[in-house]
């Protein structure tokens, strides 16, 4: 199938949140990767999400280069070509984007969806994420709103952050202590800025202790009851049950027991990046490891060129990262649960 429209992004989380499933949405660093997320999500039989973060956007338009707009449009252009051929539905999404860079990656990308919508055409991103955790909840959501009616005019979903994730990823990062959990007024404060749904659709990454990257289980406290807690409230003054679609940031090393208590409190989308880079690397080393004595040329030898192509550790790092991309698919519910 290929990457999805606007209207079956929406449907895409409508039928995670009706049937007690979340979307894995997997971190890609570049064709490669993306190519593996893919086999990923085929071999599961789940649609999924495919995201590009602010360094991997960077990284993507070529050292020489160095633009983060023009990186994300080249991945994303080559991702709508081979998608098509895996079966599986696939949005596309960038991740943790703060204000010091909103005018160099998110708005060229909101300004360019508009732009192909004036000639008919879809956006090449179905969802954009504004990361406000570094400035004060005010602010965070003056921002938001405006990005949200963008983003209605570009026909995306905006993804917010109201709290703050703990540790570090692209240069991002927070402390891991008390202030990350979400409460229940940052939630109805977000109602009154953003909506609930009239002005455009939003994603929300309410925080339970949630942390980037690689850390100390001992340091990290996980509570998910809060976003029960939080869509109990708020869904009684609406009259309506989890009135927000929640994301899981932080998800690598979560156990399954707090994957499955986040899912069933709302959480239609989870983010996997540090595990599924750990597999696609650690797949590398072992070949490295394994054929030091071909892939170098050793005292003045010539190798030998099987063993250093880089297809040669490239394909098994790509089934490595896609069997770590089918636990989480497992570990979320979508496995089996495409929309076909």
Known sequence: MPIATPETYAAMIDHAKQSGFALPAINVTSSQSLNAALQGFADADSDGIIQVSLGTALYLSGNRVQDRAKGSRALALYAHEVAADYGVTVALHTDHCPQEHLANWVRPLLADAIERRSRGLEPL????MWDGSAVPLERNLAIASELLELSERARTILEIEVGVVGGEEDGISHDINDELYSTVDDARATIAALGSGE??????????GNVHGVYNPAAVHLRPELLGDIQHEIGQSLGRDRPFDLVFHGGSGSSPADIAAAVSFGVVKMNVDTDTQYAFTRSIAGHMLSNWERVLKIDGGYGDKKYYDPR???????HAMAARVVQAAEELGSAGNTLR
């Open 125 to 128: 991103y179905q969802s954009h």
């Open 199 to 208: 002005r455009g659709r939003y994603l929300t990454a309410l925080t339970f």
């Open 312 to 318: 040669a550790w490239g394909k098994p790092a790509e």
